[in-house]
């Protein structure tokens, strides 16, 4: 940024800034301009800051070393050098003039308006400049100075730089952290969704192993005990052929319903106990629970509606008449008593297929069931009554009433005849019992 060819040659030199001298024809300056000159050799002359001064005629009056070695001013005093002149060669330093020539014009219009502003020179300085009126001190002079905030700037660019490479880390790790915490996360689902499975297993495999032993036991008294009632029968038979006393006849016969209904009790216990003799056939199931339904609805009351929906093939299975008859009016009879007042329930027919991995070379067995869902919409069950529901002489029913027999026959009459029965119920939700039997195939 030469700028020495424009300035008029000096003529003496003061330390701390050059002072502009007027003409010849001028007086000269007395005592107290010179201590005036002093003291802005002392305000400005050690300042960083390019500092000029002008008079209300735009005569230079001061400039400060910084000054004179920003836009290149010749050591020493200039004559007759003018602001005008100083601002016009500094707009020709400058990469972009319009603005900064636009300002300074703006300034004849408002000679009292302050003004500020950036620049940046040709040699890639930043400055920031600013001019303000200096009052009735120098009767309408200036005040130009000029900043350079190009290490500023520098700084600033290097801490945005910093800041923005920082802010990218910052985004880096917290997408990692947060990969790592999804990660642990669903790890941590998957390792609590696979102890939940396994406890589920166990308590499973616990009832299982409960109602096996409660089935045996059972079945084993329900043996022994029909034997006993079958001589009691016998006697009370003999008895009757031997005794005309009407009164001893009615003890009697009360002595044989007695040992009827206990029969029959242990023909339940036997069934639980999958102690019973079998004879398959077979059947269709949706014929035989289309039949059965029909009966049904005649001892449903008038409020409650139920409901068939069956399958649209035929279901072949093998299994005992009279055992199918009893599994289909236990659940049926069970679901309308857990009806309070008005209701349905539903039943639905269809086909189920499960698949599973076996053998050494992990050969494919797929197995086809007929699928019996028998939903109710009363009043459900808590999860301590599910866990027991199949357990004999258990009942939900209120007043105890009812042997807590029946959903028991129904467990041992599906597992002897290799079936499967599950339930889900919900309080306030109905229930659902979902009864699997196995397709016969020829």
Same mark, same amino acid.
């Given at each position: 940024m030469?700028l020495?060819?424009?300035?008029?040659?000096?003529?003496?030199t003061?330390?701390?800034?050059?002072f502009? /001298?007027a003409?010849?024809? /001028?007086?000269a300056?007395?005592?107290?301009?010179?201590?005036r000159?002093?003291?802005?050799?002392?305000?400005f002359g050690?300042?960083?800051?390019?500092?000029?001064?002008?008079?209300g005629q735009?005569?230079?009056l001061?400039?400060?070393?910084?000054?004179?070695?920003?836009?290149?001013?010749?050591?020493?005093?200039?004559?007759?050098?003018?602001?005008?002149?100083?601002l016009?060669?500094?707009?020709?330093?400058l990469?972009?003039?319009?603005?900064f020539?636009?300002d300074?014009?703006s300034l004849?219009?408002?000679?009292?308006?302050?003004?500020?502003?950036?620049?940046?020179?040709?040699?890639g300085k930043?400055l920031?400049?600013?001019?303000?009126?200096?009052?009735?001190?120098?009767?309408?002079g200036?005040?130009?100075?000029?900043?350079?905030?190009?290490?500023?700037? /520098?700084h600033?660019?290097?801490?945005?730089?910093?800041?923005?490479?920082?802010?990218l880390r910052?985004?880096?790790?917290?997408?990692?952290?947060s990969?790592?915490?999804?990660?642990?996360?669903?790890?941590?689902?998957?390792?609590?969704?696979?102890e939940?499975?396994?406890r589920?297993?166990?308590?499973?495999?616990h009832?299982?192993?409960?109602?096996?032993s409660?089935?045996?036991?059972?079945?084993?008294?329900?043996?022994?005990?029909?034997?006993?009632l079958q001589?009691i029968?016998?006697?009370?038979?003999?008895?009757?052929?031997?005794?005309?006393d009407?009164?001893?006849?009615?003890?009697?016969k009360?002595?044989q319903?007695?040992?009827?209904?206990?029969?029959e009790?242990?023909?339940?216990?036997?069934a639980?106990?999958?102690?019973q003799?079998?004879?398959?056939?077979?059947?269709?199931?949706?014929?035989?629970?289309?039949?059965?339904?029909?009966?049904?609805?005649?001892?449903?009351?008038?409020?409650?509606?139920?409901?068939?929906?069956?399958?649209?093939?035929?279901?072949?299975v093998?299994?005992?008449?009279?055992q199918?008859?009893?599994?289909v009016?236990?659940?049926?009879?069970?679901?309308?008593?857990?009806?309070?007042?008005?209701?349905?329930?539903?039943?639905t027919?269809s086909?189920?297929?499960?698949?599973w991995?076996?053998?050494?070379?992990?050969?494919?067995?797929?197995?086809c069931?007929?699928?019996?869902?028998?939903?109710?919409?009363?009043?459900?069950?808590?999860?301590?009554?599910?866990a027991?529901?199949?357990?004999?002489?258990?009942?939900?029913k209120e007043?105890m009433?009812g042997?807590?027999l029946?959903?028991?026959t129904v467990?041992?009459?599906?597992?002897?005849?290799?079936?499967?029965?599950?339930v889900?119920?919900?309080?306030?939700?109905?229930?659902?019992?979902?009864?699997?039997f196995?397709?016969d195939?020829?």
């Open positions: 030469a020495s060819s424009q300035w008029p040659q000096p003529e003496s003061r330390p701390g800034g050059l502009f /001298k003409p010849a024809a /001028k007086p300056v007395d005592i107290y301009v010179e201590e000159q002093a003291l802005f050799a002392a305000l050690q300042s960083a800051e390019a500092v000029a001064i002008a008079d735009q005569r230079l001061y400039v400060n070393p910084a000054f004179a070695h920003l836009w290149c001013i010749p050591e020493g005093i200039v004559n007759m050098a003018s602001m005008e002149l100083v016009s060669l500094v707009a020709e330093s990469e972009v003039r319009e603005g020539q636009r300074v014009e004849r219009e408002r000679p009292a308006a302050p003004l500020e502003g950036c620049v940046s020179t040709r040699d930043s920031e400049y600013s001019s303000r009126p200096t009052g009735d001190a120098l009767r309408g200036r005040i130009w100075t000029f900043r350079d905030s190009s290490e500023l700037r /520098k600033l660019r290097q801490l945005r730089d910093a800041n923005e490479n920082f802010q910052l985004e880096e790790q917290r997408q990692q952290l990969q790592i915490l999804n990660e642990l996360l669903q790890e941590f689902e998957e390792r609590t969704q696979m939940r499975h396994a589920e297993r166990e308590e499973q495999l009832r299982v192993e409960r109602l096996e409660l089935g045996m036991l059972a079945g084993g008294i329900a043996h022994d005990s029909n034997n006993l001589v029968l016998n006697a009370v038979h003999l008895l009757r052929r031997e005794i005309d009407p009164y001893l006849l009615d003890e009697l009360q002595i319903e007695a040992a009827t209904r206990g029969r009790m242990n023909r339940q216990l036997l639980f106990g999958r102690r003799v079998l004879r398959p056939e077979r059947l269709d199931l949706n014929r035989v629970l289309d039949q059965h339904v029909q009966m049904l609805r005649r001892l449903a009351p008038p409020d409650v509606r139920l409901d068939c929906e069956l399958a649209e093939q035929a279901l072949w093998r299994f005992d008449p009279g199918l008859s009893q599994v009016v236990n659940l049926v009879v069970n679901a309308l008593e857990a009806l309070s007042g008005a209701g349905w329930v539903q039943l027919v086909v189920e297929s499960f698949e991995k076996a053998g050494e070379e992990d050969e494919t067995i797929r197995s069931y007929a699928l019996l869902r028998v939903r109710d919409s009363g009043r459900g069950m808590a999860p301590e009554q599910v027991r529901i199949f357990e004999p002489f258990f009942t939900t007043g009433r042997t807590g029946g959903l028991a467990y041992g009459i599906l597992k002897q005849s290799g079936g499967h029965i599950e889900a119920s919900e309080l306030g939700q109905g229930t659902v019992f979902r009864l699997y196995p397709l195939e020829e």
